[in-house]
């Protein structure tokens, strides 16, 4: 029997849930788009030192194996993407670059999810994102070969799957041990934000009573761990070469100390031995709306709720982020890199090492930028009121400022 069904337009919460999806892959597209143009425009190709090795080592793996008794390859998240990327396009210089270029431009896109999960609007997880896609050390790291980017982009994968899977704290557990357990074999640094991940579990533990994500995590780890350590017993004779066998490192004397602990900061504030920007203005950025936010927080509690702003609030995104950076520039700064404690070892402190670091203090500049912009020209009455135009104006040359340093 024929049973005639009336036409239905969509309602408006159907339209809203399918438009909605849709604005979030436009604009992480478009931020990816805009991040791969400018690294391609700015690609430097064979520039570092362990450009000719790791070229050589990979062509190695593709033609007999990896050697597992080499310190390198047993780090094996350091050659993997350009492992695949050379099986799938052949190995040129092009297929060598190219899983820098795609990690690192879609690090502004992995920004806007963190963004977005923390509740932010569209418009305003795209433009705190565009710090991502312009600052000018995140630019140089997707110009030049370097496996600290690739833990960056595990460890930012893992950040976002920590805030993501909040309401599944067993998958959240399962997609964080194996993010950092891969990280682990891309640098032995990845240790250096446990101490940001305890708080955080301990935090959730509580205020929910809950060490679920906690406990999936550890056990993830260990059977991850104790699965490989069972493979490099089988194949090399020993359960932890990973350790036993480490870069270049040297002891330093007492008296050195005080200088090899203003290498980094020198990096991040003033710039290489050549004369060039490192950081550009981001670092100062930064360190300007963190004392701005702790102003304005004694100040709003002086003056009442009434005054209340963005960028006097210390939301989970401040503390999160204010950690992971944190912890990871103290202990990488200061800690012994061998973890043995008969002298102090370090390796050479190069730039690229603070890659990670890079990345969570760009997200957190942006953050605070767009809150400091949204206090200026729309929510509080009583600050010195800026006219939207002018304040975009600023952002643009903050933006403009970003991509000059990432050129020079």
């Not at 849709?22 to 788009?33: I, T, V």
């Not at 569209?122 to 312009?134: C, G, H, I, N, P």
């Not at 203003?262 to 991040?268: A, K, S």
């Not at 100040?299 to 982020?321: F, I, M, N, Q, Y």
Request: aromatic fraction near 16%; glycine fraction near 6%; proline fraction near 5%.
């Amino acid at each position: 029997m024929y049973v005639h069904m009336p036409f239905r337009l969509p309602s408006l919460a159907t339209i809203k849930h399918v438009v909605h999806p849709a604005r979030h892959w436009l604009a992480g597209a478009a931020l990816f788009l805009l991040a791969l143009a400018l690294r391609t425009r700015f690609r430097c190709g064979f520039v570092l030192g362990d450009d000719v090795e790791e070229f050589a080592m990979l062509r190695h793996i593709l033609n007999t194996g990896p050697d597992w008794h080499n310190q390198i390859v047993l780090r094996f998240g350091v050659w993997l993407f350009t492992f695949i990327s050379s099986r799938l396009f052949g190995l040129s210089e092009t297929t060598f670059f190219l899983p820098t270029l795609l990690l690192s431009s879609s690090l502004s896109a992995i920004a806007y999810c963190i963004f977005v999960a923390h509740g932010h609007s569209v418009r305003r997880a795209f433009l705190q994102s565009l710090m991502v896609v312009t600052a000018p050390f995140e630019v140089l790291m997707g110009v030049v070969h370097s496996n600290d980017l690739f833990l960056t982009w595990c460890l930012a994968v893992g950040y976002l799957a920590l805030i993501r899977f909040e309401s599944r704290p067993m998958v959240q557990g399962i997609t964080l041990g194996l993010l950092l357990w891969f990280g682990f074999y891309i640098k032995l640094w990845v240790v250096y934000l446990f101490p940001a991940l305890a708080l955080y579990f301990a935090g959730c533990f509580l205020r929910k009573r809950s060490p679920h994500g906690a406990a999936a995590f550890a056990a993830t780890s260990a059977v991850l761990h104790g699965t490989t350590s069972v493979i490099w017993k089988l194949q090399l004779g020993t359960f932890v070469p990973f350790l036993r066998t480490h870069a270049a490192t040297y002891p330093v004397d007492y008296r050195d100390l005080p200088d090899l602990f203003l290498t980094y900061p020198r990096q991040l504030f003033v710039g290489s031995e050549f004369g060039t920007t490192l950081f550009g203005v981001v670092p100062y950025i930064l360190i300007f709306l963190l004392a701005g936010k702790v102003c304005m927080f004694f100040w709003v509690r002086k003056r009442g709720p009434e005054c209340d702003s963005g960028l006097a609030r210390w939301d989970r995104l401040d503390l999160s982020l204010l950690a992971l950076y944190g912890s990871f520039f103290l202990l990488l700064n200061f800690f012994p890199n061998t973890f043995v404690f008969d002298r102090y070892y370090s390796a050479p402190r190069i730039f690229r090492y603070l890659t990670p670091v890079s990345f969570f203090m760009t997200v957190h500049a942006g953050k605070m930028l767009v809150d400091l912009y949204l206090d200026l020209s729309i929510r509080n009455p009583g600050l010195i009121r800026l006219a939207r135009p002018e304040a975009l104006v600023f952002g643009a040359c903050v933006l403009f400022l970003n991509v000059a340093q990432a050129r020079e």
